[in-house]
Structures are given as C-alpha cells and as structure tokens.
C-alpha cells in the first residue's frame, strides 16, 4: 500500500499535537467518561435502525398505494443514510465500544447497505483518514472524474458546469458502492493490499459476492414475492432509496473536506508532506456549525469531522464536548481551525469551491506548493 511520510516543521507542531492529545485525554480521566459509546448510542442506534427497517416491514405487510410505497422508499433512504453515519461509521473505526464484538456488530449493519465492511475499511479509515486531501492517495477527492473535486486533478471543459450536476450525482453514491466494489475488490486483490491486511482474497471475494446476493434477494425479491407490485415499480422504490441515502451522505461528506479553508495537497518527490500528521488533519478538515441539533444527532457528528479526524477512535456523541478543547488548542499555537457557521453556510462553501475547481487550472506543480500551508 501507498506510503507518505509526514514530517514535523516547526516544534510548535510537535507541541500542538502532544497538548491536544493530553488535553482530551484529561477531560475523559476528570469527567469520569469513557471515550466510547453510553446508553444514548445505544438507544440511538435502535431508532435509525426503526427508521430504515419498518418501513420495510410495513411495505411486505400491508397493502398500500404506490405513492404511498414511494414515500417509504424515500423514508428507507433516509434511514439507509443514518445506519451508515451512525451506527456502521463508529463500529468501523472502533469507537462504538469498548468491546470488539460490539464494534463487530455495529460494522456489520454496513450489511443493509448491500456493502463489505473490508472495502470501507481500506478506503476509508486507512486511505481516506490517513492519506486526508492528498492528491492520488486520499480516494474522495482523487478518483472522480467527471466532477473535479482536487485542485490537482485534470481540468476538464465540462468541469465549469459541475457546481450545478455536481449534487444530482452525489445520488448515485451508494449506488457506486452496490455495483462497483466488486472491481474495487479485485484491485486491492491484485495490488497485494487484501493479503497486507492478513485478509485472503478469494474469500473476501467469495463474501462479497454472497452479500450482494442476499442483499438483492431481500431488497428486491421479498417485495415482488410478498406484494402486488410491479417489478418496475420496485425498481423504481429501490432506485428512490439509494439516490436518497446516496444525496445524504455525499454531500456530508463533501462539507468536511471540499470547502474553501482546506488545503488539497500532492506530496514531495521523497513522498513527504511537511507537516505533523495531526496538524495536516487540522489544515485539511472543516467542521460546520456547532448547534445542529437533530440534524447532528442523524448525521452521527459528522458535522465535527475535525474532531473525527483527530480522534476517529472516540465516539461521535462526545465531539461537541472535546471540539472546544481542540479548537483553543489550535488558535493557542496559531493554526486556523476551519469553522463554518452552520450547515447552509459550508453546503455554500462547498458550492462556491466547486464552481472554483471547475474553472481554475491546476496551480504550478512546484515543490513550495506540495505541503499544506499552516
């Protein structure tokens, strides 16, 4: 797998990222807290699940219009949405529970999404988390092509119109994952990576082609077994649900890292970047808003990702309590700490920084400009 070193400039790096650590670490120990989930996760967790799974049982159960059915496929998406912002995300990277087979389980609900967990877990939390806006290493920003989401990627005539399709196709994002990760699979299989992880790649295969069946065969084949519908018409609710989840998620995750105030780098001829590994996450990562409510609750504190960032291993429920740690943290040794006010100013942030990678050219492939800038 890919290898980027990261390397401290200045010692104040050094000294952000030991007070910051020591500082959270310190509110847990005098607050008597467990960095992990509580009894709100837990009761949490049943309600997305409710969202997503009953009103699957009431379409298998009883008799309904097709509006009707139509709306609880948009109803399924939302919660389709939720079980992976919520539950599956802190199950992956460990921060459910303090219990393996908890976090396990917790992974595992990346099941309903038709889904592995071990692609997640190569191209989220190792390439994604470790690698955050680098050109060619970080998958988010680096494999589209036909929305140009890096200001190092190739700059396409069309690209000046992605501000506007841009949205409509984050729909198709489950949508990539359900038919695509087979081909992802097979790449990481070749590349050596499933074998880097103690993981054999025939069986990994074997299990991912196994999940895709059963998941069809529930989604698709228990409605036209058990209801009157037509098989278009459950094409059409299946294709409502996922471009619905598919809307969600993208465009959450977008907020966090394609805003104006995150830095998008490409490493040095020696496969460096010139920062500590915590101040990079810090240059790279957004945070929107702090009083989100009911929206932040849904979204499993995505919201925070600055915070998610430097802590993926710390649940979710407990980032708006450590956000004001590391934000004094960061202005005390003089880096920015990318706040935007609320959800609707960093969707416009993101908005205004796609019409601008739609239309600026690449900048000057010079080593001053491939390590972020504090």
Not at 60 to 65: A, H, I, K, Q
Not at 144 to 151: A, M, N, P, T, Y
Not at 185 to 206: A, F, S
Not at 237 to 250: C, E, K, P, W, Y
């Amino acid at each position: 797998m890919e290898r980027v070193k990261f390397v401290r400039q200045t010692i104040k790096e050094r000294e952000f990222a030991y007070q910051v650590r020591k500082r959270v670490r310190a509110y847990f120990k005098d607050n008597n807290k467990s960095i992990y989930g509580n009894f709100n996760m837990y009761l949490k967790s049943v309600v997305i699940l409710s969202i997503y799974l009953v009103p699957f049982i009431v379409l298998l159960t009883r008799p309904l219009s097709p509006w009707i059915a139509l709306l609880l496929a948009v109803i399924m998406g939302i919660g389709e949405a939720g079980v992976g912002m919520s539950i599956m995300h802190d199950g992956v990277h460990h921060a459910y529970s303090s219990k393996k087979w908890v976090n396990d389980l917790a992974s595992s609900t990346m099941f309903l999404l038709g889904s592995n967990i071990f692609n997640w877990k190569i191209q989220h939390n190792i390439k994604h988390h470790t690698f955050t806006n680098i050109y060619n290493y970080d998958p988010d920003i680096s494999n589209l092509k036909i929305i140009r989401l890096c200001q190092y990627g190739p700059l396409k005539k069309y690209h000046r119109f992605q501000h506007i399709y841009a949205f409509p196709l984050y729909g198709l994002m489950t949508f990539s994952r359900l038919f695509g990760e087979i081909g992802v699979l097979l790449e990481y299989n070749k590349k050596g990576i499933t074998r880097e992880q103690n993981v054999n790649p025939t069986w990994q295969l074997l299990k991912l082609i196994s999940i895709k069946i059963v998941y069809f065969a529930v989604i698709l084949g228990l409605p036209l077994y058990f209801t009157d519908f037509t098989f278009w018409q459950i094409i059409i609710g299946f294709i409502v649900l996922h471009v619905t989840a598919g809307m969600i998620m993208s465009t959450v995750f977008q907020m966090a890292h394609v805003v104006e105030g995150t830095n998008q780098v490409i490493t040095d001829k020696d496969h460096q970047i010139k920062n500590d590994w915590l101040v990079h996450q810090l240059n790279t990562t957004s945070d929107f808003g702090r009083k989100n409510g009911l929206f932040s609750w849904y979204i499993g504190g995505l919201d925070f990702q600055i915070e998610h960032h430097i802590f993926q291993n710390i649940c979710h429920i407990h980032y708006p309590a450590i956000a004001g740690i590391i934000k004094t943290t960061a202005e005390e040794y003089g880096f920015t700490y990318n706040l935007k006010p609320n959800v609707f100013s960093a969707l416009a942030s993101h908005f205004r920084r796609l019409k601008e990678l739609g239309n600026v050219k690449n900048p000057p492939a010079t080593f001053a400009n491939m390590a972020s800038i504090n």
